[in-house]
């Protein structure tokens, strides 16, 4: 007799507070600051700057574009 396996159904949900980056820009290892003002047009935000500190990967508050630095330590590299 098979039971069914209603407990082991699982789903996948996206945790609310990782928005998808609307673009990724590569910018160089040893950068410490990026700034950022959407580039203009529809995305255009005020001019803010990020500090990289230990990070090798930020996203822009305003428009969700993500800076990952270009060693950063992905199979890419
Ligand atoms: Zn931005």
Redesign the pocket.
């Known amino acids: 007799m098979a039971l069914p396996f209603s407990m082991k159904a699982t789903v996948a949900m996206k945790p609310a507070t990782s928005p998808i980056p609307a673009e990724m820009i590569e910018i160089d290892d040893d950068t410490e600051t990026v700034g950022?003002?959407?580039g203009g047009g529809a995305l255009g935000?005020p001019m803010?700057y990020y500090n990289f500190g230990t990070l090798t990967q930020l996203d822009?508050g305003?428009?969700g574009?993500r800076f990952v630095k270009r060693g950063a330590g992905t199979a890419a590299h």
């Open positions: 950022c003002d959407g935000h803010v822009c305003y428009c574009r």
